[in-house]
């Protein structure tokens, strides 16, 4: 199980490393959907149905809005020399990384080993769900009914950034 | 735990792309990247040895199930990555309608 993880995630690894070298915008979003699509299968691994339904139609609708923006501009990736500013842009992003992992490994030390995760406030949900909402899916009874103004919320979001590219996209921009 | 470390450095790759590279596209793949790092590390945290999807079907007597909360909130978190990445593409297609170029050097207005 680790293993097939492993392998998966480093296939992911290699695919979001294409895409940010890739000479050709479009090749970039293909390999960028290389990512999305293994996450699809790294999720039913992880006997989470309902994310794997989710993130595949997410994928397939986001591929399909940056192929439309890509073949309505260019498809040229710039080029790009290594200049002083670019020196500067290397080594911050070191040194973020740095901070980065040295946070990581103070964490990873108070994570439980994987595959041996203990139930702590889900256990009331466990427990509870089939009688208290009637849904045999935990994730859709917790998701609509004991966190329902989190839903609530994100449906807001998704009116709000649906208004927002309809307002960006229709009114005319100064010269 | 090798899972939790290439995860980590899926994360870093992302955040890599997004400070280095200098074209609009790049950078939304970037910060896609880096969600997906985030999502599938909240997943894995929650997986359980040997535990069934989080359906209650009565087949089995005294089932484990692995943790439904992370899968609730991700499922959350992905609707909300479609729609910063759908905005994000939209004010990107309008800047290249202005400037002609998907270079963030070249464009000079959005300095403060």
Sequence with gaps: MELTLSILLGFMIIGAIFALHAKDLLSAIIAAGIVGYSLVICFLLLKAPDLAIVQIVVETITLIIMVAVILDSTREELKVKIDRRQIINISLALVFMLVLVFFFIQAISNLNPFGEHTLRMASAYVGETAAKTGSANLVTGILFDFRGYDTLGEATILFTAALGVLTILRIKGRK | ?112
Excluded: H, W
Aim: hydrophobic share 55%; charged share 15%.
């Design chain 2, 1 to 112: 735990m090798i899972v939790y470390i290439l995860c980590f450095i899926l994360f870093l790759v992302g955040l890599y792309g997004l400070i280095t590279r200098r074209n609009l596209i790049k950078i939304v793949i970037s910060l896609s990247i880096m969600e997906f790092s985030i999502f599938i590390l909240l997943v894995l945290i929650g997986y359980i040895d040997g535990g069934i999807a989080p359906i209650i079907t009565g087949l089995e007597s005294n089932p484990t199930y692995v943790d439904p909360l992370p899968q609730a909130m991700v499922l959350t978190a992905i609707v909300i990555g479609l729609a910063t990445t759908a905005m994000l593409m939209a004010i990107a297609i309008r800047l290249y309608r202005k400037y002609r170029t998907f270079d963030i050097r070249e464009i000079k207005n959005l300095k403060g």
